[in-house]
T-cell receptor
Framework: GQQVQQSPASLVLQEGENAELQCNFSTSLNSMQWFYQRPGGSLVSLFYNPSGTKHSGRLTSTTVIKERRSSLHISSSQTTDSGTYLC??????????FGSGTRLLVSP | GALVYQYPRRTICKSGTSMRMECQAVGFQATSVAWYRQSPQKTFELIALSTVNSAIKYEQNFTQEKFPISHPNLSFSSMTVLNAYLEDRGLYLCGAREGTGPEQFFGPGTRLTVL
């Protein structure tokens, strides 16, 4: 079946350090999203990025379709960046497959 | 822009009772709505997909008898968790799509706690 692998599973940073999160997909995709899940659980959409590179503040998402991977780069991390980062992809049907997430902890 | 709201954001119910949650699309027509659940320590799994004027399709391990869904128009959907038990705890997510477009817009989720 369709699968997505996220890495690393968890990450601890000192404030100010950069982070690179990865997602690898088992099949070709036509939609790709990154989410931030707050420690309280609610979901926030960060990027809809099916291909190429997108920027938003300190965040950058890059999706390379032919390599079936997407990355999320966080620069100059802050303690408020702590939480879980999820990627999710679709293959053309209506179902979106979520990764298991990267748990990020940024310490002061 | 396209936004999806979910109500309530958090809810608690007693074991054996039912809980209804709502999903509202603003700024686009929610032709299809998908409901997902994130159980503790797990990732999101699809419960069912609802398309206006079509039958609702449930994934394996999820049934209409347990999770009845209503999708009466292009801006609203609701799902009820009937006879909730501990294994129904989690974050319930609504994702809506307009037409056949690839992007699905997600709400923040409804967190269900079962006592």
């Amino acid at each position: 079946g369709q699968q997505v692998q996220q890495s690393p599973a968890s990450l601890v940073l000192q404030e100010g350090e950069n982070a690179e999160l990865q997602c690898n997909f088992s099949t070709s995709l036509n939609s790709m999203q990154w989410f931030y899940q707050r420690p309280g659980g609610s979901l926030v959409s960060l990027f809809y990025n099916p291909s190429g590179t997108k920027h938003s503040g300190r965040l950058t998402s890059t999706t390379v379709i032919k390599e079936r991977r997407s990355s999320l780069h966080i620069s100059s991390s802050q303690t408020t960046d702590s939480g879980t980062y999820l990627c999710a992809f679709g293959t053309g049907g209506y179902k979106v497959v979520f990764g298991s997430g990267t748990r990020l902890l940024v310490s002061p | 822009g396209a936004l999806v709201y979910q109500y309530p954001r958090r809810t608690i119910c007693k074991s054996g009772t039912s809980m209804r949650m709502e999903c509202q699309a603003v700024g686009f027509q929610a032709t299809s709505v998908a409901w997902y659940r994130q159980s503790p320590q797990k990732t999101f799994e699809l419960i069912a997909l609802s398309t206006v004027n079509s039958a609702i399709k449930y994934e394996q391990n999820f049934t209409q008898e347990k999770f009845p869904i209503s999708h009466p128009n292009l801006s609203f959907s609701s799902m009820t968790v009937l006879n909730a038990y501990l294994e129904d705890r989690g974050l319930y997510l609504c994702g809506a799509r307009e037409g056949t477009g690839p992007e699905q817009f997600f709400g923040p989720g409804t967190r269900l706690t079962v006592l």
